[in-house]
Nanobody, 126 residues
Framework: QVQFVESGGGLVQSGGSLRLSCAAS????????IGWFRRAPGKEREGILC????????YVGDSVKGRFTISRDNAKNTVYLQMNSLKPEDTAVYYC???????????????????WGQGTQVTVSS
């Protein structure tokens, strides 16, 4: 089964940091664009950061610019999300997914991405 397993979430105080991991299962991700997304309670899914197979950042959400970074280790089949200067409004379930080949694409919403994992909860206290 092709999917991602996200980990690293938890409870952190405002201003703190967390590093999330996204491990691919059932496929190798070295030729895929991978994105991190999140869904906060009562809100639509939101794109955060996307990274190409070569490590180029292809999308940055406005709400995380200057605070979050994305990286990948193809040898470990894993993509990371480093989150700094966390705010209460960053509280959400965080997911990763890979871009499909062809078809409609919207990295802001996650349209055109698949292999969604179960997500990892991040809670930022004020």
């Amino acid at each position: 089964q092709v999917q991602f397993v996200e980990s690293g979430g938890g409870l952190v105080q405002s201003g703190g940091s967390l590093r999330l991991s996204c491990a691919a299962s059932g496929f190798t991700l070295d030729d895929s664009v991978i994105g991190w997304f999140r869904r906060a309670p009562g809100k639509e899914r939101e794109g955060i950061l996307c990274i190409s197979s070569s490590g180029t950042v292809t999308y940055v959400g406005d709400s995380v610019k200057g605070r979050f970074t994305i990286s990948r280790d193809n040898a470990k089949n894993t993509v990371y999300l480093q989150m700094n200067s966390l705010k209460p409004e960053d509280t959400a379930v965080y997911y990763c997914a890979k871009k499909r080949r062809g078809g409609a694409l919207n990295s802001r919403t996650g349209l055109g991405y698949d292999a969604w994992g179960q997500g990892t909860q991040v809670t930022v206290s004020s």
